[in-house]
């Protein structure tokens, strides 16, 4: 007989037990020998033929067993007084069975839960069996008495029955995925709306990216805010409004929008209203608080103390200044002057205090009235945020929210100051030398393709010397293709990313690698990276938007606990949920080497998307493998040239946050900062887009 497996594995599901005369007379005989049980209870079975009956009554728990001979040596018979109860009946065997209870009793528990029942029941006519199963939680809950016979009944619950409470919680739980599942489909049907025009063939994907990119922005802000409800629901609306939002638009400025957000948090729990009009009420209610601080300010006695700003340097032209704001007053009077949020509520003063974020203010410089015998001016022109974190500015606002333009008449002071500004300190002694600024901010700029726009105007990168470590303030497209010349390649590489490499040391495909190349640019997917070695340091599948991520980490023995104050010491953003799940995440008894790489779900062979599942069975396949949760914090920590706008999710085994639902680590970069977040889409199909970090198999 076949021992290896139970009665009641998933694959050994039986047909309804019709049984031959000789079968019928090995069960008689088995039940007639269980001394155990009363004989007259025993005869009583037979006679009347009950126990036959109950084993051919189709019952999908009953089965026959058998000795490697095929002779019958056991049954079970059950039947069914009440839906999705399994009354057991009849159980019997010889002693030469075979099967050992302790592993047969567990599979058959399991079984009958999986073939939808809740509850098991018998009579206890067997002590020696009754106290068998009352290991494995039958419980003895009354006397029953059958004419001259009585028996203990016994019972196990295999499936609690659920509270009206949580029965209501699902009903919910099901009505918000439908409305959810039809947010979606409003998605879909928004994208579809987006034409391939013949003048921009790629409309629709540019688009899409664009979604994508602010929708990863916010919804790190956002998840970011403490008491802000930013679950499934406001996701799926945010998304959808940012689509409806770029039909007619081609961008839209974050940081306005999560100000706006986040003071309305109902504009995304509903899929009515547009951007357009919550930008219009947001702005309404920020003029509105500064009507009310101007008010209170005017009430002011002169007895409250007001500490001055700290006047930076001014410019070559005497005309302006630059100052960094200190406290709130500071920024209750910027806001009262420039008519936007800075000091309408107190989430910069915390960026500010936190050492996240200096709010500097471009101003004019003052002067004597000579007439009035009074100083005058000091007022503001542009507000500007700098993040400490990324060395980037972040803002940079006129009035009203308005942007920098190159028709300013105090543009040259911007820029004078601008120059200057890199060349001063923090607090702490580090310069301000940022690297960017913001391209939501540069909007009234244009640049043409292939040129800069420098300190000293707009030049072509042939022109540019970027070893002269000039001003830029933005650059115009510098994509590299197949076509582009090795030699310009390699000196846009240098302008925009810094990178040394040689005309000879640049490979556009897998044949052009050898052992002197350095930088790759070209097609990606697995079986493209088993073929580049390692001595290749830069990969890029399209540059410069698109770095490709293969690198090696070293997995440490850091608590959950000592994760989380490395990354906020390392000055990196951790969301809520990703904070729940790195307090689950076991501490490594020994360091390890994790080498890394990351695949869109498109290269791994989904270009219209797949389940998470698919994405993971695909990935082993080509030789890839899931990663510690480790990798998540680790990655983010050691990821300090992550590119603009990436969102990486780690490829591991789902962990609980607190409130029981499945989520992934991820790691992005965003205009407002590097984090390591959340991602909950465990049981959604990704698109073939979404990025991936595996480890790879060695």
């Known amino acids: 007989m076949e021992t290896s497996k139970t009665l009641y594995t998933p694959d050994n599901k039986k047909e309804p037990i019709s049984l031959t005369e000789e079968q019928k007379n ?36 009953n089965r026959l067993i058998a000795d490697q001979k095929g002779e019958t040596t056991g049954y079970i018979a059950c039947e069914d007084f009440i839906p999705h109860e399994a009354y057991l009946k009849y159980l019997g065997t010889t002693k030469q069975t075979g099967r ?52 203990d009944f016994y019972e196990k619950t295999l499936v609690e029955k659920k509270s009206s409470e949580d029965v209501e919680k699902e009903r919910i739980k099901a009505f918000e995925q439908k409305f959810i599942n039809k947010i979606n489909q409003e998605y879909e049907k928004t994208l579809a709306t987006f034409s391939q025009k013949e003048d921009n063939p790629n409309n629709r994907a540019n688009k899409e990216r664009a979604i994508t990119a602010t929708f990863q922005v916010a919804n790190q802000q956002l998840s970011s805010l403490e008491g802000f409800e930013f679950g499934d629901r406001q ?32 504009f995304i729990n509903t899929d009515k209203g547009s951007f357009h009009q919550l930008l219009e009420v947001h702005q309404q209610k920020t003029l509105q608080k500064i009507a009310e601080k101007r008010i209170q300010r005017a009430k002011m006695t002169g007895t409250e103390a007001f500490n001055p700003y700290e006047a930076l340097f001014e410019t070559k032209s005497g005309n302006y200044f630059m100052a960094r704001l200190l406290n709130m007053p500071h920024l209750e009077q910027e806001s009262e002057y420039m008519n936007h949020c800075v000091g309408t509520s107190d989430s910069y003063l915390n960026k500010m205090k936190r050492g996240e974020v200096e709010i500097l203010s471009f101003r004019k410089s003052p002067t004597i ?38 028709n300013d008449s105090y543009y040259e002071d911007v820029i004078d100051a601008l120059k200057q500004l890199r060349k001063t300190e923090t607090d702490t002694g580090e310069l301000r030398d940022f690297k960017s600024i913001s391209l939501s901010e540069l909007g009234n700029f244009s640049v043409k393709d292939y040129h800069i726009l420098t300190e000293n105007g707009e030049v072509s990168f042939h022109d540019f010397n970027p070893n002269d470590n000039a001003f830029v303030l933005k650059f115009g497209k510098m994509e590299i293709t197949p076509e582009t010349s090795k030699k310009d390649a390699v000196k846009i590489m240098k302008i925009v990313d810094g990178i040394e490499c040689i005309p000879e040391e640049l490979a556009y495909s897998v044949e052009e690698i050898n052992t002197d190349t350095k930088s790759y640019i ?35 023995e850091k608590s959950p606990q000592e994760y989380e104050e490395e990354l906020i010491k390392q000055g990196y953003q951790i969301g809520d949920y990703a904070k729940q799940i790195l307090k689950k995440v076991e501490t490594l008894k020994q360091k390890e080497d994790a080498d890394l790489v990351s695949f869109s779900v498109a290269q791994l062979g989904f270009p219209s998307g797949a389940t998470l ?33 990436e969102y990486l999710v780690v ?19 965003s205009s407002v900062g590097e984090w390591l977040g959340y991602d909950g889409r465990v049981g959604s199909e990704w698109d073939g887009d979404g990025r991936f970090v595996f480890r790879s198999r060695k």
Not at 37 to 60: K, S, Y
Not at 132 to 138: A, I, K, N, P, Q
Not at 530 to 556: A, D, G, H, M, Q
Not at 613 to 632: F, W
Request: one cysteine or more; proline letters at 5%; charged letters at 30%.
């Open 369 to 406: 009235n000579k007439k009035l015998n009074k100083l005058e001016g000091g007022d503001p022109v542009i507000t500007i945020e700098y993040d400490r974190k990324t060395k980037t500015i972040q803002q940079m606002k006129k009035n009203g929210d308005a942007y920098l333009s190159p």
């Open 100 to 151: 050992n209870l302790l592993v047969e009793i567990p599979a058959f528990l399991e079984y009958a839960k999986k073939q939808g029942y809740t509850k098991l029941n018998f009579h206890g006519w067997n002590d020696r069996l009754n106290k068998v199963l009352e290991r494995y939680g039958f419980e003895r809950l009354r006397t029953d008495t059958m004419g001259d016979f009585s028996a």
């Open 26 to 61: 090995a069960v008689r005989n088995i039940t007639l020998g269980i001394e155990e049980v009363d004989e007259n209870i025993r005869e009583m079975a037979v006679q009347n033929g009950d126990v036959v009956r109950t084993l051919e009554n189709g019952h999908p728990l």
């Open 613 to 645: 599942k698919q994405i993971y069975d695909k990935a082993k396949e080509l030789g890839l493998e899931l990663c510690p949760p480790q990798v998540g914090p680790e990655l983010r920590l050691s990821y300090t040239d992550q590119f603009m706008n």
């Open 651 to 669: 490829a591991m085994d789902p962990i609980n946050d607190s409130e029981g639902s499945p989520g992934l680590l991820s790691v992005g970069r």
């Open 522 to 556: 070209g097609d990606w997917n697995p079986e493209i990276y088993k073929k580049i070695p390692e001595s290749v340091t830069y990969l890029y599948e399209s540059f410069p938007k698109n770095k490709i991520l293969r690198k090696t980490i070293e997995l440490t």
């Open 235 to 266: 996701k799926a609306i945010l998304k959808l409004k940012l689509a409806r939002h770029f039909q007619n638009n081609e961008n839209i400025d974050t940081n306005v929008l999560f100000d706006a957000i986040s003071e309305s948090p109902k």
